[in-house]
Each structure stands twice: as structure tokens, then as C-alpha cells.
Nanobody
Framework: QVQLVESGGGLVQAGGSLRLSCAAS????????MGWFRQGSGKEREFVAT????????MYADSVKGRFTISRDNARNTVYLQMNSLKPEDTAVYYC????????????????WGQGTQVTVSS
């Protein structure tokens, strides 16, 4: 079992930055691929970014490439999402997710989910 707790969401103006954090507990963090997903109001949950459990590979949604960066600190059992040049369309609840031995952009491949943190970008 893995517990995930996100933090760092909030209200920011367009063009601003936020850094989301996700603290994991309960299983060996270094064996988990970690992903970020988001769900806007009335929309389906969508992929944002993921990092391979080895830390050697990352994937990003086209909509965030060049603006968002995923990183992990295995010593702190934490994954981060640095979000720069934020746009109003980035407004959503952001979820951290963990997958054991799977490296994927598909939500159903992830076994564990956090409770989400709200990000609101004003124009």
C-alpha cells in the first residue's frame, strides 16, 4: 500500500509559477513510477507528466512541454511538479499517482492516487 499526499496548490496569476509536491509513504519509493494528472471542472482526468522509477526517463503532455518539469527526490520520498508560465487553461485539481513497475501516461495503469490539490490560474 502507498499513501500519497499532495501540497503546493493555490491561486496564481497567468504567467506565474507554482511547485507541487507529493510525499509518498508505505512502499519503496525508488521502485515506483510517479505521475501527475489533472482534472478540470467538467473534464476527464488527463495526463500531465510522469517519471520512470529509475529517474532516467520522463514524459510530458504536449500542452505542458517546456513549461512543467517533473522531478523526484528518493531520499525524501517526494515527487515534484514545477509549473512555470501558467495559463488559465492549467486550472484543475492536480493528482499525484504511483505505479509499480509500469511507466505510462494512462491513468488506469496507476495503482495509487493522492487526494488532489487545486491549482487556479487567473487571467
Amino acid at each position: 500500500q502507498v499513501q500519497l499526499v499532495e501540497s503546493g496548490g493555490g491561486l496564481v496569476q497567468a504567467g506565474g509559477s507554482l511547485r507541487l509536491s507529493c510525499a509518498a509513504s508505505g512502499r519503496t519509493f525508488s521502485r515506483l513510477s510517479m505521475g501527475w494528472f489533472r482534472q478540470g471542472s467538467g473534464k476527464e482526468r488527463e495526463f500531465v507528466a510522469t517519471m520512470h522509477w529509475s529517474g532516467s526517463s520522463t514524459m510530458y503532455a504536449d500542452s505542458v512541454k517546456g513549461r512543467f518539469t517533473i522531478s523526484r527526490d528518493n531520499a525524501r520520498n517526494t515527487v515534484y511538479l514545477q509549473m512555470n508560465s501558467l495559463k488559465p487553461e492549467d486550472t484543475a485539481v492536480y493528482y499525484c499517482a504511483a505505479a509499480s513497475r509500469v511507466y505510462s501516461s494512462t491513468p488506469r495503469e496507476y495503482d495509487y492516487w493522492g487526494q488532489g490539490t487545486q491549482v487556479t490560474v487567473s487571467s
